[in-house]
């Protein structure tokens, strides 16, 4: 009996944070957009501005799952973020970007293109900045290396999309080419989410029998530097995919 | 004028030497971007490659339309035959 009342309203609580999610998505623009805009300051700073104020809104979102009892969450080495550049993740589920701006003040990320038509994303992402991939190399390479400059941490998932659940992590090669053609060190995020769930797999709806728990750590940086001895920024590039896809694999086999 | 053969030799070492891809894995019809693995910015490192290779800058939009090995060795060869008009 207090199992299926638990689990109708963890339901109920659900639809409800992504209806949120979703309101917030649109009205945010409206609202937030114009008084940004207004206030004085260099576009830089209006940037600033948009991405600390996505920060605390998803902050404020994961608060607010949290209390309803949708998910819990642990938050383990945070202070190794400070200065982080290019911050690289697993993509488990629908939420990890969510949780990462949330513990990333100054958090920009690559999106896919197709976020920017979706009207509940792309109020967000105009007023943050984020970087489109708008599959122009070149382009998107230059914007990292500016967003590197403003002390932007970019959050990237170089598996490209969210994992499929139960198969071994393969990576894109984007990743490695930011790390390598920027010379930036990496910092490693590993998210776990038990019992799996807002997989590919799962559509929202689709909610686990436990509440949700949310596992996230930040490891030790990868330096770059021995990776920019290789011969081609080609050949180094492949070679950090490589070892990228080797530490995830691992570090994600040890927790599990 | 080089001939074709001299082109895609040429290409196929110079695959090799940028990303690590075995002579014998490479076909005329190989498709770069789904047999070769090779990705955007791959690309943007190739066209820089030919760029040297024939002393002549390929248009952005012309290697847009290039899927194979065999698309490669016209587009250079397109470009050395330019040079020589």
């Known amino acids: ?256 | 004028m080089k001939n074709q053969q001299e082109i895609y030799l040429k290409i196929v070492a110079l695959f090799e030497q940028l990303f690590e891809i075995s002579p014998e894995d490479i076909t005329l019809e190989s498709n770069l971007y789904q047999d070769l693995d090779i990705d955007s910015i791959d690309a943007v490192d190739l066209v820089i490659e030919l760029r040297k290779m024939t002393g002549k800058k390929i248009q952005p939009e012309d290697f847009k339309q290039v899927r194979t090995v065999a698309d490669v060795v016209e587009q250079v060869q397109k470009l050395l035959n330019e040079t020589k008009a």
């Open chain 1, 1 to 256: 009996m207090w199992n299926r009342i638990d689990y109708g309203w963890r339901w109920f609580a659900t639809a409800f944070s992504f209806f949120m999610f979703g309101l917030g998505g649109i009205l945010v623009p409206i609202v937030v957009i114009p008084i940004l805009y207004l206030l004085p300051g260099s576009t830089v700073q209006k940037q600033q501005r948009g991405q600390r104020f996505i920060h605390y809104a998803f902050r404020t979102f994961i608060g607010m799952m949290a209390s309803l009892g949708v998910l819990t969450y642990e938050v383990k080495h945070r202070t190794k973020l400070q200065d982080a550049k290019l911050v690289l993740a697993n993509h488990p589920t629908l939420l990890d970007i969510v949780f990462l701006i949330s513990i990333i003040p100054n958090a920009s990320c690559i999106v896919k293109s197709a976020l920017v038509r979706n009207p509940f994303t792309w109020g967000p992402i105009k007023l943050a900045g984020y970087i489109i991939n708008d599959d122009d190399a070149d382009n998107v390479l230059a914007l990292a290396k500016t967003a590197f400059n403003k002390n932007h941490a970019l959050v990237v998932f170089p598996e490209g999309s969210r994992t499929t659940p139960h198969q071994q992590t393969t990576l894109k090669r984007g990743a490695a080419n930011i790390a390598i053609r920027t010379q930036v060190d990496i910092s490693p995020v590993l998210i776990q989410c038990t019992p799996l769930t807002l997989t590919k797999m799962h559509r929202w709806y689709q909610i686990p029998k436990k509440r949700m728990h949310f596992y996230i750590e930040i490891k030790d940086k990868i330096m770059i530097s021995p990776y920019l001895e290789s011969k081609t920024p080609s050949k180094g590039a492949r070679q950090l995919t490589r070892d990228l896809s080797q530490y995830f694999n691992q570090e994600i086999e040890l927790r599990e």
